[in-house]
């Protein structure tokens, strides 16, 4: 059986648009390698050194990155070589090979591609966990992905059990599971049960990709079966747009499940390790020309297989799907020692045969032994000026050592029964000694560090903060620039904040200054505990890492509270309940600024038939402090 017999007419339509963009969320790529001469590639910073070297990490980021860029005239032959390409590094090398990434890394790096325009974005990776649950920043980055139309492709993992992987298995991600040249599905790819409605086998044995310094190896694992999935979804988007369309990734992965052709089960092999079934290009080719696609919604498995004939931990280490062995392994809870891997099993010594180079451009074959030498080669969209990132963060305040030999010194400096709080008292200009850190749950999610002519006002704040136990939250706003790395061993992105916008409060302390400039009178209680509510919700079931300009909106609205406290002092009765919240770009901004409304829905909570309120402020998040723009607007809706 012809695994990708149909990617020469693919081509023959398209090699790909640099209007098409697809992020590659793994180890270092080497850029000099003679498959990406005149790619469009840039690398984005992020906690990761982007330095290839023959490491663990680059080897993997660079063969992946290979199978979608790979130019046509070089020793690889790349799915959509004409594509623009970001890669993201979010794999390392550590002492046993890998590195782990957090999901919270991961979240950072899923919105950077976001930003920066992605159409796609490929993970060949992920974390086994015990349920398709991830944590909460992971979520709202996969639902940024959702609001924005942007879609990953994630490794559905090698384990070879009925387990899942995050962020494969989140219901809008397209999961993708590995099979070899005869379509059946290899013995280590991942059955879990969220797989059966969103997951497709692809060709994962044998692929030929780059290796970092020059020359090419074979690999296997569901790790280089994604790419294969992801290069396709963006032919078929190049496809789309030179058809005058607008391209849609959510519809093209669509198309490929509900063209998805079931397994041979001759054998009588369990029908969940086919997934929803395998690629199948062409199918999904006539479904987006012929605009067939129907939407996918909570579809059983035999709805959507087309016939022939037709995670909660945020430090938690999100891994490469990496070296494993051929067995079948059970289920396991998620766990620090496990993370995002990558997704790449032992290469095979078995050459298919059956059928020749052309038939399936990404197979090795047993004649195919190129090693070329390294040619730099620098892309034109790799030079261009560094975006400031500006950040609006929420979280508890803490602080690190950084070194045991630091920790050390002050607790040599400090006189016995002296605590840390009263000896920075007695000693302020050791401030600067620390590292300190914005937590979420505990977890540092960035470290804060002043500069400037003002840093010592800043420092003065943090201790303040630090000493009064009052205060349960500050507000960091500022300019990503650079890592640090903790005690811990993790690094974490550094802040340099803006003193005028950081603040820390209680909710408590909060609802009492709202109460006292917004008096309710007799429903003094119900309009506390609204805006109780909706501070609370922010906190927890919208915790972000502040760096989208959403966000940013989001969070000032909890800190500059006063439009809140307009809403439920003017808007709301008791019988009244807090709906959704949401943000949208304003149609009302100024010039050379950035507007988001922040939009509160409320709903009847005797009767819901009844209309409800809507009521959204404008929040400009052009600078590195937001400010709130015109009055609270308002307006009922239909329930």
């Known amino acids: 059986m012809a695994i990708l017999p149909q990617l020469k007419s693919l081509w023959n339509e398209s090699l790909g648009v640099t209007d098409v963009c697809i992020a590659v969320l793994d180890g270092p790529v080497d850029q000099s390698h003679p498959c990406f001469k005149r790619a469009n590639l840039t690398r984005l910073p992020t906690l990761v050194s982007g330095v290839a070297d023959r490491g663990s990490a680059s080897q993997h980021g660079t063969h992946v990155a290979s199978v979608i860029f790979g130019r046509h005239d070089s020793p690889i032959r790349g799915i959509a070589p004409n594509c623009r390409g970001l890669i993201v590094p979010v794999f390392a090398d550590g002492r046993d090979g890998l590195a782990p990434c957090s999901q919270i890394d991961l979240a950072r790096a899923i919105t950077q591609a976001v930003d920066r325009g992605a159409n796609v974005i490929n993970i060949s990776g992920g974390q086994l966990a015990a349920s398709a649950e991830s944590d909460k920043l992971l979520a709202n980055a996969v639902r940024l992905c959702q609001e924005n139309n942007v879609l990953i492709v994630a490794a559905a993992g090698n384990d070879g059990c009925d387990c899942l992987h995050v962020p494969a298995a989140l219901e809008s991600v397209l999961a993708v599971g590995a099979m070899d040249v005869r379509g059946h ?83 009588g092999l369990d029908r969940r390790r086919c997934l929803v079934g395998t690629l199948n290009i062409s199918g999904a080719y006539a479904l987006i020309t012929k605009g067939r696609i129907k939407p996918m919604s909570n579809h059983k498995l035999e709805e959507i297989i087309m016939q022939p ?121 050791e401030a600067q000694s620390l590292i300190w850190t914005l937590n979420l749950d505990a977890t540092p999610i960035y470290a804060i560090m002043p500069a400037g002519p003002y840093a010592n006002v800043t420092y003065e704040r943090l201790r303040s903060f630090l000493r009064d136990e009052n205060i349960e939250r500050v507000s960091i706003p500022g300019y990503l620039a650079g890592s640090v790395k903790l005690l811990s061993g993790q690094t974490v992105p550094t802040i340099i904040p803006e003193v005028r916008g950081m603040y820390g409060w209680s909710v408590a302390a909060l609802i009492e200054n709202l109460r006292q400039a917004y008096p309710a009178g007799p429903s003094e209680e119900d309009y506390s505990n609204k805006i109780r509510e909706y501070l609370e919700r922010i906190y927890y079931e919208f915790r972000n890492l502040g760096v989208t300009p959403q966000e940013r909106a989001l969070n000032f609205s909890a800190t500059n509270a006063f439009q809140i406290a307009d809403v439920m002092s003017t808007g709301t009765a008791a019988d009244v309940g807090l709906d959704t919240i949401t943000v949208e770009k304003s149609p009302i901004c100024r010039t050379d600024s950035d507007c988001y409304d922040v939009k509160l829905q409320f709903f009847n909570l005797q009767d819901s038939r009844r209309a409800g309120k809507v009521y959204r402020f404008t929040v400009d998040v052009s600078d590195a402090i937001p400010v709130s723009i015109g009055r609270v607007r308002s307006w009922s809706v239909a329930s």
């Open 309 to 429: 004939n037709e995670a909660h931990n945020a430090i938690a280490q999100l891994q490469p799907s990496e070296v494993i062995e051929f067995e079948l392994k059970p289920p396991i809870p998620q766990s620090s020692a496990i993370g995002v891997q990558a997704a790449e099993a032992k290469t095979s010594t078995f050459i298919p045969t059956n059928m020749s180079i052309e038939e399936n451009p990404m197979m090795i074959t047993a004649s195919d032994k190129t090693n070329a030498a390294v040619t730099p080669s620098e892309c034109a969209s790799c030079s261009g000026s560094k975006q400031i990132q500006l950040v609006y963060a929420l979280g508890e305040l803490g602080y690190d050592f950084g070194t045991q030999a630091r920790r050390d010194s002050f607790t040599q400096a400090m006189p016995a029964g002296m605590n840390l709080l009263d000896y920075l008292e007695q000693n302020p200009f």
């Open 185 to 267: 599905p290899i013995e280590f790819s991942n059955w879990g049960e969220a797989y059966q409605s969103h997951g497709i086998l692809a060709l994962g044995e044998n692929i030929l990709g780059a290796i970092p310094g020059g020359g090419t190896a074979a690999k296997t694992g569901t790790s280089f079966a994604t790419p294969i999935v992801s290069g396709i979804v963006a032919l078929l988007l190049s496809i789309q747009l030179q058809q005058g369309e607008k391209p849609d990734p959510h519809a093209i992965r669509d198309a490929l499940l509900q063209s998805a052709l079931s397994c041979d089960r001759s054998n």
